[in-house]
Nanobody, 122 residues
């Protein structure tokens, strides 16, 4: 199994920045991709960004491309989501998730964290 713990959410004004962290533990050798997805109540979960565990290749949704950056720290087994130029429509609960091979960024994802709330005020 893989365990994921997200931190770093909060309340920020539009135009501001936040950095989310996802600490990964457990069977990390089974991981193909680590992704960030977000969801609001009553809405479908939305893909935000992903990084391939072995190669570091990154993928972004069109809605965040150019504003968000996904990265990883191998020594800490942590994946980050740097979010800049935040907009009110970025408000959601953000989840870190992993899937095995093949490392398809669109999922489906097998393991999920508990999520962290991001609220962007206008």
């Amino acid at each position: 199994q893989v365990q994921l713990v997200e931190t770093g959410g909060g309340l920020v004004q539009a135009g501001g920045s936040l950095r989310l962290s996802c600490a990964v533990s457990g069977r990390t050798f089974d991981i193909g991709t680590v992704g960030w997805l977000r969801q609001n109540p009553g809405k479908e979960r939305e893909f935000v960004a992903a990084i391939t565990w072995s190669t570091g290749n990154t993928y972004y949704s069109d809605s965040v491309k150019g504003r968000f950056t996904i990265s990883r720290d191998d020594a800490k087994n942590t994946v980050y989501l740097q979010m800049n130029s935040l907009k009110p429509e970025d408000t959601a609960r953000y989840y870190c998730a992993t899937r095995g091979l093949p490392p398809t960024p669109s999922g489906p994802y097998n393991y999920w964290g508990q999520g962290t709330q991001v609220t962007v005020s206008s």
